[in-house]
């Protein structure tokens, strides 16, 4: 059985999306015109990573339950010194 490519992975193909006129031309002035499809592409991915992480976090606190807000904060301190 044949798997999809993963996220940045496989051939690159022109896909059709909607998007309100300020925000193209705010995409424009960021990237340039050639540009785009590399900036929406990071974008997706970053998405995509942000998603799965929650997805991850909710299964954690499901089998474990929610995170110890003092605790976190107590680790947080550590790290930073």
Do not use: C, F, N
């Amino acid at each position: 059985m044949a798997t999809s490519p993963a996220p940045g992975e496989g051939p690159v193909r022109p896909v059709s999306v909607s998007l309100h006129e300020g925000t193209i031309a705010a995409l424009k002035a960021r990237t340039g015109k050639r540009g785009m499809s590399a900036y929406v592409e990071a974008l997706i991915q970053r998405q995509l990573e942000r998603d799965r992480l929650r997805e991850l976090i909710e299964d954690a606190e499901a089998e474990h339950g929610p995170v110890d807000q003092a605790a976190a904060e107590a680790k947080r301190a550590v790290l930073r010194g």
